[in-house]
């Protein structure tokens, strides 16, 4: 492969941006309820359980780090992805890590702070209250 179709194809796919700052995510109203017995939210009702919710920048992972304490946060890299669609920050095998595909920054589910860079900033949290029963209310 000749040496400038490797080095246009390695730049399309990695952060164009300095490692000094980040992006951010861009401020979007959250307010929904998920009821814990509903199918679609069967994966909550054990610790290190998630699921991925339609809402906030782009989507919003609610994470359950005990059994009576659950996280929520933005989906959306906070490197760069409120100006790459691509970083958008994907569930790993381990259940209680997210990674973005574009340059690999990894974020802790129980607090959002960054286990692995180049990101510096931790994903954007979201307010998760619990009742205690069976209902978990996400806003900001
Ligand atoms: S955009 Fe580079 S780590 Fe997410």
Redesign the pocket.
Known sequence: MPVFVFILLAAGTS?RKDSTTCNGVPNVAVNFALDLNQPTNVNLQIVEGSVIVTGGYDNVVVYRYTTSQFTAFDCC?P???AT?SK?VVQLNSNKFSMT?P????TFNLSDGSVIKG??KCSLKPYVASFDGVSTVSVTN
């Open positions: 952060c890299c490197y760069d992805g790459n970083a973005c574009v340059c690999g920054s180049p990101s």
